[in-house]
């Protein structure tokens, strides 16, 4: 699958990425959000907050991850690739620093399920999508 460059590729992304940060929040209880007051509308606010965070993670996904990847190399191959479910941990962590998104995680566990979760969501969902 190649990588698009269009406005309409990165809409798409972004909202698989929106959508698998929402089954986490809905499936791990150490995952949420707390969105800033953008509008008068909680469900409004979560949205923004979800769309944001998306954003963010397709960022971090796109300039940190990369390097955390090429640093961890010999410990991802010693660990049989499973060390990249500890990157992905780290990715969101990350997530919870810029405030803006409102994303919280309450620790290691949660943040190790929530990437395992969002990693498998996205998967399927960019399987299923076209884009």
């Not at 191959?77 to 990350?94: E, H, P, Q, R």
């Not at 995680?105 to 999508?129: C, P």
């Amino acid at each position: 699958r190649s990588i698009s460059l269009s406005p309409m590729g990165f809409l798409i992304r972004t909202a698989v990425t929106a959508a698998s940060l929402w089954v986490a929040d809905y499936l791990i209880p150490g995952i949420g959000f707390a969105p800033t007051d953008y509008t008068a509308d909680a469900q409004t606010n979560y949205l923004i907050a979800l769309a944001l965070a998306a954003i963010v993670l397709g960022l971090l996904n796109a300039l940190v991850r990369p390097v955390l990847v090429m640093l961890s190399l010999p410990i991802t191959c010693m660990t049989l690739g499973l060390f990249i479910v500890v990157i992905n941990a780290l990715m969101l962590f990350l997530l919870t620093l810029i405030p803006l998104t409102g994303f919280q995680v309450d620790g290691f566990l949660s943040a190790i399920v929530g990437g395992v979760i969002v990693s498998l969501v996205s998967f399927v969902l960019n399987r299923v999508v076209p884009g």
